[in-house]
């Protein structure tokens, strides 16, 4: 089949908003919440801005440079810009395998919200915030399976539609309203009796918390919360037009990604604040915060069902805007390497979503019993692409940048058309010699703590 022309945004605008639906997703939603309340409140937010400043600004500037200069999705990327190199070439399919295996156990989380957001609109708070509803959702496997085909099927049908009528359309859509559903919750949490004291523990620092553990986990948020090394931004890149900044798109991509983060933690810490006189060890719960925890907040809130409604409609629409970057990062590697029309590309990844998205939704079901490492399927899908594949495609791009494509030519790109390169020098130095070494940190620090020789 002819390769059709490659889709763009529109301009600045979409792209921005694209990348930032691509970064606000589950992890900026309930991981970051979670992590910063047990990680030390103020201290790790101030660690997670300065990480985000310099770190994620580096990578994703790279990521979005290598994307437009070569015009092709991360494993043409890195073979044109990697002058054919074999550790290169490895290195763009790393890069590419890594959202095929994320976007269909994320489909499935994605369909436990979607669940949520129907228990809100079809019953009462109590039944949702129930101690059994949600075992008994993820054990029953038909229950579980129809949820994630249903998540899926949005997913699909946006990417269906190309990158400025689907992905673009739908971003330009969704984050305003994901902004307001979020300024609307924070309000509420945050005025509920006892919460102050949850705003002071995620805005006043206390250096008595700091430890080297909180460097190491704000370094790991980055990847989810950024969208780094997933071959979203090279994808997104390799859309966006010449004229467009990359550094002036970063920095809003930055301020939003850091705002919703934030805004999550307002609408999070201080409701479980409120609602357990503030002890901030349940804040500890990771994935049961959102399907446990807040279903009982809600419950004993006035106008539960209204906020249960508001906020799982907010995590929905993270969700889907998470799981359409991912999806078209996959469906581009098809497109651009196997000469695949966008409808034979979406096809294929539809097959792969649900061949791994079965195994990780019945994995709590009648595929209970199947363990590898001790993991369950979703679990052990996560760990695989997230703890070891995107760090070292993190690495990859770092060698890319310094040993083949030069900084002087990313100077280049970044500054064609008259635009700037404000951090050029902190780009150079982090690109260099301190983002090899952070991702090498968050490698090693990953299998250590599977191995249970460190905790995390």
Same mark, same amino acid.
């Given at each position: 089949?002819?390769?059709?022309?490659?889709?763009?945004?529109?301009?600045?605008?979409?792209?921005?908003? $694209?990348?930032?639906?691509?970064?606000?997703?589950?992890?900026?939603?309930?991981? %970051?919440?979670?992590?910063?309340?047990?990680?030390?409140?103020?201290?790790?937010?101030?660690?997670? !801005?300065?990480?985000?400043?310099?770190?994620?600004?580096?990578?994703?500037?790279?990521?979005?440079?290598?994307?437009?200069?070569?015009?092709?999705?991360?494993?043409?990327? %890195?073979?044109?810009?990697?002058?054919?190199?074999?550790?290169?070439?490895?290195?763009?399919?790393?890069?590419?395998?890594?959202?095929?295996?994320?976007?269909?156990?994320?489909?499935?989380?994605?369909?436990?919200?979607?669940?949520?957001?129907?228990?809100?609109? @079809?019953?009462?708070?109590? @039944?949702?915030?129930? =101690?059994? *509803?949600?075992? =008994?959702?993820?054990?029953?496997?038909?229950?579980?399976?129809?949820?994630?085909?249903?998540?899926?099927?949005?997913?699909?049908?946006?990417?269906?539609?190309?990158?400025?009528?689907?992905?673009?359309?739908?971003?330009?859509?969704?984050?305003?309203?994901?902004?307001?559903?979020?300024?609307?919750?924070?309000?509420?949490?945050?005025?509920?009796?006892?919460?102050?004291?949850?705003?002071?523990?995620?805005?006043?620092?206390? *250096?008595?918390?700091?430890?080297?553990? @909180?460097?190491?986990?704000?370094?790991?948020?980055?990847?989810?919360?950024? $969208? &780094?090394?997933?071959?979203?931004?090279?994808?997104?890149?390799?859309?966006?037009?010449?004229?467009?900044?990359?550094?002036?798109?970063?920095?809003?991509?930055?301020? %939003?990604?850091?705002?919703?983060?934030?805004?999550?933690?307002?609408?999070? &810490?201080?409701?479980?604040?409120?609602? /357990?006189?503030?002890?901030?060890?349940?804040?500890?719960?990771?994935?049961?915060?959102?399907?446990?925890?807040?279903?009982?907040?809600?419950?004993?809130?006035?106008?539960?069902? +209204?906020?249960?409604?508001?906020?799982?409609?907010?995590?929905? %629409?993270?969700?889907?805007?998470?799981?359409?970057?991912?999806?078209?990062?996959?469906? $581009?590697?098809?497109? =651009?390497?196997?000469?695949?029309?966008?409808?034979?590309?979406?096809?294929?990844?539809?097959? &792969?979503? &649900?061949?791994?998205?079965?195994?990780?939704?019945?994995?709590?079901? #009648?595929?209970?019993?199947?363990? +590898? *490492?001790?993991?369950?399927?979703?679990?052990? *899908?996560?760990?695989?692409? /997230?703890?070891?594949?995107? #760090?070292?495609?993190?690495?990859?791009?770092?060698?890319?940048?310094?040993?083949?494509?030069?900084?002087?030519?990313?100077? =280049?790109? !970044?500054?064609?058309?008259?635009? /700037?390169?404000?951090?050029?020098?902190?780009?150079?130095?982090?690109?260099?010699?301190?983002? #090899?070494?952070?991702?090498?940190?968050?490698?090693? $620090?990953?299998?250590? /703590?599977?191995?249970?020789?460190?905790?995390?």
């Amino acid at each position: 089949m002819n390769q059709e022309k490659r889709g763009t945004f529109s301009g600045k605008i979409g792209y921005v908003l $694209s990348a930032a639906g691509a970064s606000v997703g589950l992890g900026n939603i309930w991981r %970051f919440p979670y992590l910063c309340a047990k990680y030390g409140g103020g201290i790790f937010l101030l660690v997670y !801005i300065i990480l985000a400043l310099t770190f994620g600004y580096t990578m994703i500037m790279a990521e979005t440079a290598i994307g437009r200069m070569s015009k092709k999705s991360p494993v043409g990327a %890195f073979k044109t810009l990697g002058a054919e190199s074999k550790a290169m070439k490895i290195g763009g399919w790393i890069n590419a395998v890594i959202p095929m295996i994320i976007v269909p156990y994320y489909s499935v989380i994605g369909g436990w919200v979607c669940k949520y957001l129907f228990a809100y609109l @079809t019953t009462d708070a109590d @039944t949702v915030a129930g =101690d059994t *509803f949600f075992t =008994d959702f993820i054990s029953n496997g038909v229950s579980a399976e129809f949820w994630f085909i249903v998540f899926m099927i949005l997913v699909l049908a946006v990417i269906f539609m190309g990158v400025e009528n689907g992905i673009e359309r739908v971003s330009k859509m969704i984050m305003p309203i994901l902004v307001v559903l979020a300024v609307v919750i924070c309000v509420y949490s945050v005025t509920r009796p006892n919460a102050l004291s949850g705003v002071k523990y995620l805005f006043i620092p206390n *250096f008595k918390h700091f430890s080297i553990m @909180t460097v190491v986990t704000a370094m790991g948020q980055m990847f989810y919360s950024l $969208s &780094i090394a997933m071959g979203i931004l090279i994808t997104f890149g390799s859309y966006l037009k010449k004229e467009v900044s990359i550094e002036d798109s970063t920095k809003q991509v930055e301020v %939003f990604d850091t705002a919703i983060a934030v805004l999550a933690s307002l609408m999070i &810490i201080p409701a479980v604040f409120a609602f /357990n006189n503030g002890d901030e060890s349940v804040l500890n719960a990771g994935p049961s915060l959102m399907f446990i925890t807040m279903p009982k907040i809600f419950a004993s809130m006035g106008f539960g069902n +209204i906020i249960g409604i508001l906020f799982f409609a907010l995590v929905l %629409f993270a969700a889907v805007t998470s799981a359409i970057a991912l999806t078209e990062s996959a469906v $581009s590697t098809f497109t =651009d390497e196997f000469k695949w029309s966008r409808k034979v590309g979406t096809f294929v990844i539809m097959v &792969i979503m &649900i061949v791994l998205g079965s195994l990780s939704s019945l994995g709590n079901g #009648p595929l209970a019993g199947i363990k +590898i *490492f001790g993991m369950q399927f979703l679990d052990l *899908f996560d760990f695989v692409s /997230n703890s070891i594949m995107m #760090p070292i495609a993190a690495l990859a791009t770092c060698i890319l940048v310094t040993r083949y494509i030069g900084i002087d030519k990313m100077d =280049d790109e !970044i500054t064609q058309d008259g635009h /700037n390169f404000r951090r050029n020098g902190i780009f150079s130095v982090m690109i260099k010699y301190l983002c #090899p070494v952070f991702v090498i940190i968050i490698l090693v $620090s990953a299998v250590l /703590n599977v191995l249970g020789i460190i905790q995390m």
